[in-house]
């Protein structure tokens, strides 16, 4: 069973006169091809945040999340410690916000989707053919944009997966999912690799990355 945990980092704003968005937009797919590797990097993720976020001791709040936003870098290194020899694959696409033409540019969904895909396509199904294909997207679209998003994907996965290999896509809320937790983690250090020219976590798993790539 092939399970891919889709998450951002950047916005797609692209008003660079009156506003301040972000220069990129990354979309990172987490990706894991067998139950028992899932299985460990949820239990990794719990871990962290029980031992490292939530300790008695030393945390007065509950820590929902493991966030690449508000979390030290110590903290990632020890997530990274407990699943470094779990196989699992890391597959990026980063925007380049300044160079889309400016009719995209005013269809945000549409830009998300296609770069969503652009990574989906990376993924090679082929090795692990027949098996469930469970896409998890962090819950960040309104009703319309996931009924788009769903049915795009969907037509777009369906050429290149057999007939009979199941095809199930969620949208969920990042704080109830490690996976997207995970997935988060690892995107928001691409992305800053781009964005501050900051790679000290990224330099931590790089060896995990199989497709990294800047489009446009």
Not at 166 to 181: A, C, K, M, V
């Amino acid at each position: 069973m092939w399970y891919l945990y889709l998450d951002e980092s950047g916005d797609l704003g692209f008003d660079f006169v009156n506003k301040k968005p972000s220069k990129f937009f990354t979309v990172t797919i987490l990706a894991l091809s067998c139950n028992d590797a899932n299985r460990k990097l949820l239990k990794a993720v719990k871990i962290t945040l029980r031992r490292k976020l939530n300790n008695p001791k030393h945390q007065k709040r509950i820590v929902d999340e493991l966030k690449g936003t508000g979390t030290t870098l110590d903290v990632k290194k020890y997530f990274f410690e407990k699943i470094k020899n779990i196989k699992f694959g890391i597959y990026s696409i980063t925007l380049n916000k300044k160079r889309v033409f400016e009719r995209l540019a005013k269809d945000k969904p549409r830009v998300y989707n296609y770069i969503s895909r652009q990574v989906l396509d990376q993924i090679p199904f082929e090795k692990n053919e027949g098996n469930r294909v469970e896409l998890i997207i962090d819950k960040s679209m309104a009703k319309p944009e996931i009924e788009e998003f769903n049915s795009y994907i969907r037509r777009q996965l369906e050429g290149r997966l057999s007939p009979n290999t199941p095809l199930d896509i969620y949208h969920w809320l990042s704080h109830e999912n490690y996976g997207l937790q995970a997935a988060d983690l690892f995107c928001w250090g691409i992305f800053q690799k781009y964005e501050r020219k900051n790679s000290k976590w990224f330099d931590v798993f790089v060896k995990k990355v199989l497709f990294d790539e800047q489009f446009l």
